[in-house]
């Protein structure tokens, strides 16, 4: 028998087993063409503002000075999301109540963690603390193929406990569905919903229709401009979406 006749099985063998990722290594991979696909890194680190509408709830997010301004009909928080820092306005008047602007200062932080998260997970798949695991194939609601991918976390955000799943359309190399499991052992999740409606913002991609079987659910007034007056991080009273 010749060599070549020898090493074809071992070819084989390699090929189809030595070569395969890691389900670690595989969910990497679609988490960083996920990323370029939005984007990319640069275009993600050089959009310094993002506002929306999530909720009822408007906000503005300076990325870089991390000055974040959240408003609910008259009621205006403005913090640095470094420090924690910041201060509460009521019908425009300043909050003095230390307890009380203690927790709407707490409130206000927690909600920029939810309420961007809802905005800008697909960016946040390579964070610090964020385990990924490839399940495999699956379709999403709409039929088409997608690569899931499994999404925990070890001691990071004010949630840890939470998993979600996550379809990437393989076509178009993004998230177009997620899961959200309240807790990583849950069986089943509290949740699914469309991640769909993409569109281009400044230099990066974001989506906006959350909606599912049971009802619609979008964000809306979503903008990322190069610029942002100071005001916007001042008013005391409610400000004309940007």
């Known amino acids: 028998m010749s060599l070549r006749n020898l090493l074809q099985p071992l070819l084989l063998f390699l090929l189809l087993f030595g070569c395969a990722q890691r389900p670690e290594d595989k969910a990497k991979s679609i988490a960083r063409e996920v990323l370029e696909n939005m984007g990319g890194e640069k275009g993600w680190n050089d959009t310094r503002y993002l506002a929306w509408t999530f909720n009822n709830q408007y906000q503005v997010w300076d990325k870089h000075q991390n000055r974040f301004r959240w408003e609910q009909d008259s009621l205006v928080a403005i913090i640095n999301t470094d420090t924690k820092d910041g201060k509460v306005y ?65 001691q990071v955000g004010l949630t840890p406990q939470n998993k979600y799943k996550l379809w990437v359309d393989k076509e178009q190399g993004l998230v177009t569905q997620w899961a959200f499991f309240r807790s990583a052992e849950d069986a089943e999740p509290s949740f699914t919903r469309r991640w769909s409606d993409y569109k281009d913002y400044g230099s990066i991609k974001l989506a906006s229709d959350r909606s599912n079987a049971q009802g619609e659910f979008k964000l809306t007034d979503i903008a990322a401009p190069a610029e942002v007056p100071d005001t916007v991080f001042n008013s005391p009273t409610p400000i004309e979406k940007l």
């Open 90 to 154: 009521v019908e425009g008047r300043e909050l003095q109540n230390p307890e009380e602007k203690q927790k709407l200062l707490e409130r206000a932080y927690a909600l920029w963690i939810n309420n961007s998260y809802w905005l800008v997970m697909p960016f946040k798949l390579q964070d610090e603390g964020v385990t990924l695991r490839y399940v495999g194939e699956e379709q999403t609601l709409e039929g088409a193929p997608a690569d899931v991918l499994e999404m925990t976390f070890a």
